[in-house]
């Protein structure tokens, strides 16, 4: 009875954020298998001359329009996932001052660790020759010998999209062959699925046998760091909305959001991404702060390297688009960012327009027409910084107190020409690269822990 009345009253909740005094939208959830689907939104206002725009922080749902003009309706697609755990995502509806929001899940593909795996009955009345199959990340064709009597119907299932199986209902002796899909280029973690057999008429567990299939992922491209741990970077600049208390990163590696940072309230429906020291949130220290006192933000005058005031330490299962929620983000101290900055290939350019700073990973060999210490000189594409796993920091700005600078370009950048700056988790210490000078180092902060400046987090990979 508790848990009914729970989840009434969640639902309860999650409906109610769907309306406004301008303009509703219906469904307020919507819930997805691992193969993902379509649905439809249906939006209404209160009057026919209302303008309303729709938006999501997720690269996996697809809306076939972005605005309208009083009622309308929008299509939704939802890719399928190819990740192990459930994703959330929330498309945004704005109405003049009004914000509502449809809430996305989609299932994941199976356990990414053996936590829970079902345990093997050796009685079972079906018997296979393999009940544990390791593949690559390239994937591969398995053939399991099946034992069973003769007369006995029974079925096979997997509870992962990317282990398949060429038979359906069968009796007696047979040969399952199973494809294990390649993993996706971008899917670096080992991931992990069950295959179940079991008598067709019956619902008992006793009955089932499992085959445990682990799938590798792809090698990582890994930047190294202090006491040489590997890391890689997540996929965009850490975004906040206050109003959600919703925090996201941003779709791709080039996005900024720029003056808009400087609506930073505690009521702002649209995202910041630019934030004072130690602002996770925890302890009350959040985005949005912008008082002068030092000692409101983290940890005044120590790091807060490994504490809940590191952005990524306190929100890791909070971020909506995570690539996977089991992710443990963290941010760079100055002396992990100057041990990457003394190995690795770094050079200024433009990515889809936006000037920033590459790093190359570990190992990326040097082609000649890199290295350059202007952003106007080198040019990348989105796919080949994808591919080879180049992060990208884009000039992002920064905001004093409440206000922006009034140097900043349509890029970002302020004060000198081209320089940027973004948080380390080491007390007044910050990453800065600029055209002015062509160097990339670590330098202190003198301004205050007040000024906003971007965040890149990123989380330990086993190598």
């Not at 992922?217 to 965009?236: E, H, L, Q, R, Y």
């Not at 302020?414 to 948080?423: A, F, I, P, R, T």
Request: hydrophobic share 35%; glycine share 8%.
């Amino acid at each position: 009875m508790k848990k009914t009345f729970f989840f009434s009253l969640l639902v309860l909740l999650m409906t109610a954020c769907n309306f406004s005094s301008t303009i509703t939208v219906l469904p307020g959830t919507k819930e997805f298998p691992k193969e993902g689907g379509e649905f439809t939104i249906t939006v209404t206002t209160d009057n026919d001359q209302r303008e309303w725009i729709a938006e999501c922080d997720s690269a996996w749902i697809h809306l076939d329009k972005t605005a309208g003009i009083g009622g309308d309706k929008v299509e939704v697609t939802v890719d399928a996932n190819p990740y192990a755990t459930t994703q959330s995502a929330t498309i945004h509806f704005r109405c003049e001052s009004n914000s509502v929001h449809v809430i996305v899940l989609r299932a994941g593909t199976g356990s990414s660790s053996s936590e829970g795996k079902p345990s093997q009955n050796p009685n079972a009345p079906i018997q296979v020759d393999v009940t544990e199959i390791e593949a690559p990340a390239e994937g591969g064709e398995y053939d399991v010998q099946v034992t069973a009597a003769s007369d006995l119907k029974w079925m096979v299932s997997s509870n992962a999209s990317w282990v398949s199986y060429n038979i359906g209902v069968e009796k007696g002796n047979k040969t399952i062959k199973l494809t294990i899909a390649p993993a996706a280029k971008d899917v670096y973690d080992k991931m992990e699925a069950v295959v179940t057999l079991k008598p067709q008429a019956s619902t008992s567990d006793d009955d089932k046998t499992y085959i445990y299939v682990t799938r590798k992922g792809n090698p990582a491209p890994v930047f190294t760091i202090f006491n040489n741990k590997k890391v890689m970077f997540a996929p965009g600049n850490l975004q906040y909305s206050a109003a959600w208390k919703e925090w996201r990163f941003a779709q791709h590696q080039y996005t900024v959001i720029g003056a808009d940072n400087k609506y930073i309230s505690a009521t702002n429906y649209d995202y910041i991404d630019l934030f004072g020291w130690g602002t996770s949130g925890y302890n009350d220290c959040y985005p949005y702060l912008s008082e002068e006192d030092d000692s409101k933000y983290g940890l005044a005058n120590v790091d807060i390297e490994g504490t809940e005031y590191d952005w990524g330490i306190f929100n890791s299962a909070n971020i909506t688009n995570s690539p996977n929620k089991e992710y443990k983000w963290f941010t760079l101290s100055s002396v992990d960012w100057n041990t990457i900055l003394e190995k690795n290939v770094t050079t200024l350019g433009k990515l889809n327009g936006v000037e920033g700073l590459f790093v190359y990973p570990d190992g990326m060999a040097v082609t000649g027409k890199e290295t350059f210490d202007d952003y106007t000189t080198y040019t990348a594409e989105e796919s080949w910084v994808t591919e080879n796993g180049v992060l990208f920091l884009p000039s992002a700005g920064f905001r004093v107190g409440t206000t922006y600078c009034p140097e900043m370009t349509l890029m970002g950048r302020v004060g000198e020409v081209g320089l940027s700056d973004y948080w380390t988790s080491t007390v007044d210490g910050v990453l800065e690269f600029s055209s002015k000078e062509g160097e990339v180092t670590t330098v202190g902060y003198p301004s205050g822990k007040c000024v906003g400046l971007p965040v890149r987090l990123a989380r330990e990979v086993e190598q």
